[in-house]
Structure formats: structure tokens, C-alpha cells
């Protein structure tokens, strides 16, 4: 999601590093030194993914609890992402008037300090339950999205850090695949909690629900927190130039990708805050809250799969070793689905894999072209997602999840490509363009209720895609003025 959108140096890498612990005389640390706290690291991306994507289970459930309309509920998502606004951009003006905040109190700080108000946000649940109170939920989430907002621009540039330089890609590629699959599971431990049995029958209706589950959020941040104090975790201290001003407003390039990032992830949103309402209509699927959750669990997991096909076609090895990986790992996925699911469902997979095989191939592996492929296939299933009905329907907006995969981390790097010393600049209002999840899902919320029809409501986020079809095939190029 965005956030779902975990895969880029927000805070700028330093170009040079140095760690306390761990180093070699060259001030480097040796290799075999990284991966313990990289893998620690890689946790923080598994959590925020799975708390990120509680909230297409909050909507329905809060929906539901205060008789809300749907541009209400989608108020949700605007006190979430609306903290990624406001926190990045006082980090923005910090760092450009005082110095980058992450680098003076270190990188472990601040991961701390980022859990620490995570884990704070998620406690709120019990008075906001206690208080039967929908805008105390509305604070909540803001807190908790704050935490995980200094999160992000703490880890992610902490990542590019944990080893060679050469294989900083490869790093956030595997911490994009755990934030994924945070957000693969988070449908159906969610919806289970909050719509299942673990509580009282008569809680289950109410609030409630709400307040074991993410109490143990709480707690496990906690955890997490403490987790870190006691590691020791390479300390590192950058000498990356501080510029003054907002020079990397003059890149046009740069501008035309702080809107697309504003629009995609407005859209990616509220296509996922909208599927469990979409999936319990009767002319779609007339499923269950908690059934639901296992399909949304599809879609996302689709964002997962496709992430990784992605991540494998858009390197730069060789045509014949992309297509044998990307055929083990498809051949995997379907051995899963066949032996949970059955053959039907495994067989619709194989389909929709397939198509996404062939859009790949259209983009010839070269990320903007490809970036347009794949939001013009997104354009065609939410035509289909709008006015068909059935299965046709479901597995449409459910295969839109494998294109959005690689959407996130191409634009941004689409966008901050030939910045130089402005690259931390650009880096933080790309981040503070995620504030379209605040905006979007609630207008898609309102054209749902004003128009009496949720499938049409579709026909927003579709707005949004025509724009990234613009933006990889022609916006993200850079003017030779600009080189």
C-alpha cells in the first residue's frame, strides 16, 4: 500500500558511512556483521504492512459499529495517511533549516522513538472503544500513523546502510517482500479478531472488537521497541551535504512524480478500503466480512507475487534466468493455492499470472514503459470492476493488486533520478504526496453514496491511473536541460 509503500531512502543515504560497532579499519562493517540487525530491521516492515492494512478491516467494522455513511468511514483513512502529510513535512522544514533530525540522534533512536509512538497510537483503541467515541478512533489512528511514519523515514534509508552499496536494491527488496506480506495476512488475522469469535458474541457488534487486537499491536511494538534498545545495531554517521531552500522544485520530472505519488496511492487505497463493501454485494459475491477478509488476503497477496516479478524483471540479469525465477516462484504460488483452495481457484491464478507475464513483456523490462503497461492494465479491470458482475467482477479488482505492486517504488524512482544533493530533499516530499490515501478514499466514499452505487464509485480511482499512464510513458522523462 504506499505504506504499503516501504521501499525508498526517505531520509537520504549518506553517501559515505562509518559504523561504532562491527568494523573493518576501513570504517566499513564486515558483511556477516549485517545481517543480524538487518533482519531485525526486516520486522519493521512485516508490522507497519500488517497495521497499515487493519484499516480495510477497521472501515467496514467502524462502518458498521457507528452507522456511518461510506465517505464517513473512509474518514479512516484520512486521519492515517494525513499524518504521513504532516509528519513528513515538519520533518521536511527540520532538516532543511536545522540538519536531518535521524542522523543527530541516530538511526536506533529513531526507530525507537518512531515504535514507542506507534505502540502509543495503538493503545488509544481502549479508551476510543471505552468512550464509544469515532473521533477518538480518528486520533488514534493519526498517533499511530505518526509512529509509523518516523518509522519509515528511519528504516528505510537504514536498510540502504546495513551493507555494500551494491546491494542496497536487493536489501529493500526483501524488506518490501515482509512488508507485503504484512499485508497479505493482515485480512485474515484481522478480519478474524474483529469480525470473528475470539470475542464475546455481544462485543463482536460493538467497539469492542476492537480492543484486544490491537492491545496486542500494542504490545508486540513494545516488544519490538525493547528488542532494539538491546541490540546492537551498527551505529552510523553520514556527512551528506544539508541544502538549504526547496531546490528540487526545479525538477519537472520530480513535480509530475510528487502528483503521481499523491494519485497513486489515493487510488491503491481506496480500491483496498472499498473491497469488503464490494465483495458483500449481491451481485458480486454477497460474501461475508470475514470471507471477505480471505479474498482481500488474494489481493494483496497479488501485490506481493507481482512485487516480486517485478524486483526480478527490472533487474539487469539475463532474459533467460528472469523468466526460469519468475516461473519457480509462479509454479510455487500455485502448488499453495491448489492445495488450500482447490483447482478452480488455482486455475483463475495461473490465468491472471499469465496476463500478468505478458503486460511485463510488454513493457520490455524498462520501468517507466513498464509503469505505463501496468497502469493501463489497471485502467481495463476497473472498467470491468465498474460494470460487470459475478466472479468476473471479484477476480477483476482482485488481479488489480499484481499491477499495483511495482507501481510505488517505480514511480519513486522514476522521480528522484539525477536529483543530486536535493535527492533527501525530493525524497521527503515524495513521501508527503502519500497523503493522497487521506484524500481519495473519501471521495470515492462520496460518489459511492451520492450515486447509490458502489461499483461505479470505481470509476475515481480510474481517474487516478490515467494520470500514471501519462507519467511513465512520457512524464517521468528527464529534459536534457535538466541533466
Known amino acids: 500500500m504506499l505504506s504499503r509503500h516501504s521501499t525508498q531512502n526517505m ?13 573493518r579499519a576501513s570504517g566499513t562493517p564486515a558483511v556477516s556483521g549485517y545481517r543480524g540487525p538487518l533482519l531485525l530491521v526486516t520486522l519493521l516492515f512485516f508490522m507497519w504492512g500488517f497495521i497499515t ?14 452507522t456511518l455513511q461510506l465517505w464517513q468511514a473512509m474518514l479512516i483513512q484520512t486521519a492515517f495517511f494525513g499524518a504521513y502529510f504532516v509528519v513528513s513535512l515538519l520533518y521536511f522544514l527540520v532538516s532543511i533549516s536545522k540538519g536531518d533530525p535521524i542522523l543527530k540522534i541516530g538511526y536506533q533512536n529513531g526507530i525507537m522513538v518512531g515504535l514507542l509512538v506507534a ?21 488514534a489512528l493519526f498517533v499511530l500513523a505518526s509512529g509509523i511514519t518516523l518509522l519509515q523515514i528511519t528504516a528505510n534509508p537504514y536498510v540502504t546502510i546495513l551493507g555494500p552499496p551494491e546491494g542496497a536494491a536487493s536489501r ?9 506480506f504484512g499485508t497479505t495476512v493482515a485480512p485474515l488475522v484481522g478480519g478474524y479478531l474483529i469480525f470473528g469469535s475470539v470475542v464475546q458474541p455481544q462485543a463482536t457488534a460493538g467497539a469492542d472488537a476492537v480492543k484486544l487486537p490491537y492491545l496486542g499491536l500494542a504490545a508486540a511494538l513494545l516488544v519490538l521497541a525493547l528488542v532494539i534498545r538491546l541490540a546492537r545495531l551498527p551505529g552510523v554517521q553520514g556527512d551528506a551535504p544539508q541544502v538549504a531552500g526547496a531546490g528540487a522544485l526545479q525538477y519537472r520530472h520530480l513535480v509530475l512524480g510528487i502528483i503521481c505519488i499523491f494519485l ?23 460474501l461475508s466480512e470475514v470471507e471477505g477478509g480471505h479474498y482481500l488476503a488474494f489481493y494483496w497477496g497479488g501485490a506481493m507475487i507481482g512485487r516480486f516479478f517485478g524486483a526480478i524483471a527490472l533487474a539487469r540479469s539475463g532474459s533467460r534466468f528472469k523468466y526460469l525465477l519468475m516461473a519457480g516462484i509462479a509454479a510455487l504460488v500455485l502448488l499453495l493455492i491448489y492445495t488450500i483452495y482447490g483447482p478452480q481457484q488455482a486455475l483463475i491464478i495461473l490465468g491472471l499470472i499469465a496476463l500478468n507475464f505478458a503486460v511485463l513483456w510488454l513493457g520490455r523490462f524498462i520501468p517507466g514503459r513498464t509503469l505505463g503497461c501496468f497502469a493501463a492494465a ?16 471479484l477476480w477483476a479488482v482482485i488481479a488489480i493488486g499484481l499491477f499495483n505492486s511495482i507501481m510505488f517504488p517505480t ?5 528522484i533520478r539525477g536529483l543530486g544533493v536535493y535527492t533527501s530533499q525530493g525524497s521527503s516530499l515524495l513521501v ?52
Request: hydrophobic share 50%.
Open 264 to 286: 497513486y496511492v489515493g487510488g491503491e487505497v481506496a480500491i483496498g478500503s472499498s473491497l469488503i463493501n464490494f465483495f458483500k454485494l449481491p451481485q458480486i459475491a454477497g
Open 378 to 393: 489497471v485502467l481495463v479491470l476497473l472498467l470491468i470492476t465498474s460494470f460487470a458482475r459475478g466472479p468476473v467482477a
Open 411 to 415: 514511480i519513486f524512482t522514476l522521480a
Open 172 to 180: 529493500l527488496n526483501l524488506t518490501q517482500a515482509l512488508n507485503s
Open 432 to 483: 508527503m504526496a502519500i497523503v493522497g490515501g487521506a484524500i481519495i478514499p473519501p471521495l470515492q466514499g462520496y460518489v459511492a453514496d451520492v450515486s447509490g452505487s458502489l461499483q461505479l464509485s470505481f470509476l475515481v480511482p480510474l481517474c487516478c491511473y490515467l494520470y500514471i499512464v501519462y507519467y511513465g510513458f512520457w512524464g517521468a522523462r528527464i529534459k536534457s536541460s535538466e541533466l
Open 53 to 66: 492494512c487493519m484499516n480495510d478491516i477497521l472501515i467496514p467494522k467502524l462502518q458498521q459499529v457507528f
Open 11 to 23: 531520509a537520504g543515504t549518506p553517501p559515505q558511512s562509518q559504523t561504532e560497532t562491527g568494523s
Open 119 to 139: 505502540a502509543l497510537g495503538c493503545t488509544l483503541f481502549y479508551p476510543a472503544a471505552e468512550s464509544h467515541s469515532y473521533g477518538f478512533f480518528l486520533l
